[in-house]
């Protein structure tokens, strides 16, 4: 079988910065298991699988799986995806994706880049003894968590956020979290910075994270008491992204390149 492959570095403006992802479509859907392996062999932190839609709902039924499982919710790959979509049909305005657990997403122009609508995810407070350990940043301000999976980790200091050496091994032990380190940003930085842990799905740092940011946009509103905001993800790659609230919907903008077109031949 020959499945298209597309790797597309997402919130970047350039190449090699951003978060990677592998975009391939399907004519339908592959076994699960078929899925992750292709997945593993791809070893990028997500790889998204198209299957066309009914047009109604959406043009696409989107899937993302890491190396080490499926995903509830991917951001980045569906930036991406949304890029080859409407790289390959310039009459097109917008996409809309349907998905298993996170309803339907939308990406659309916007400018010289992408608008991204996810679901937001606002957390409530919670204590997470084992993951403040792990991370080792002394006292938080406060832990927050999400019940789809997102642990939310405030601390006082962007510097600390930039210098976070965490224990990968004790935080896959503490659940299959993703989790977000954050603070606001410094003089000269992002309004907030962030950097993002998930060892439970075989990633131990993920570069730029799109559903992190449906988790500190309507954090990070309240705190500063405005609808919008511009965060930097503080990984070896980097990445901003510009985000807002929209009701109930969580709005990222972005740009994407892509690296990498070709054939994924399937034994």
């Not at 997945?39 to 047009?55: C, I, K, M, Y």
């Not at 097109?92 to 609508?117: H, I, K, N, P, Q």
């Not at 939310?152 to 977000?180: E, Q, S």
């Not at 993002?196 to 705190?223: C, N, Q, R, S």
Request: overall charge negative; proline content about 6%; charged content about 20%.
């Amino acid at each position: 079988m020959r499945i298209p492959f597309t790797q597309v570095d997402a919130f970047a403006d350039t190449a090699f910065g951003g978060n990677p992802a592998a975009v391939m479509t399907l004519s339908a859907w592959l076994d699960d298991a078929v899925l992750l392996r292709i997945a593993q062999e791809n070893n990028l932190s997500e790889t998204a699988f198209l299957v066309p839609g009914d047009g109604q709902a959406a043009e696409f039924e989107l899937r993302w799986f890491t190396p080490g499982d499926e995903v509830e919710m991917c951001g980045h790959a569906t930036l991406a995806s949304g890029h080859v979509v409407l790289s390959s049909d310039t009459t097109l305005e917008r996409v809309r994706f349907a998905t298993r657990r996170a309803g339907v997403l939308e990406v659309a122009r916007d400018g010289l880049g992408y608008s991204l609508s996810l679901p937001e995810r606002t957390p409530v407070p919670q204590a997470l003894p084992e993951m403040v350990t792990a991370l080792g940043i002394g006292e938080p301000v406060e832990t927050l968590l999400h019940p789809a999976g997102y642990a939310l980790i405030v601390t006082d200091d962007a510097a600390k956020v930039r210098g976070c050496t965490p224990d990968f091994a004790a935080l896959a032990r503490a659940g299959r979290y993703v989790v977000i380190l954050t603070a606001r940003g410094g003089v000269g930085e992002a309004d907030v910075v962030s950097r993002v842990f998930v060892p439970a799905f075989a990633i131990d740092e993920d570069p730029v994270t799109g559903a992190a940011h449906a988790v500190l946009t309507p954090y990070w509103t309240a705190k500063l008491g405005r609808a919008s905001f511009v965060a930097e993800q503080a990984s070896a790659r980097g990445g901003r992204l510009t985000c807002r609230m929209d009701g109930e919907r969580v709005i990222l903008g972005g740009a994407c390149v892509t690296v990498i077109e070709g054939v994924f031949l399937l034994p």
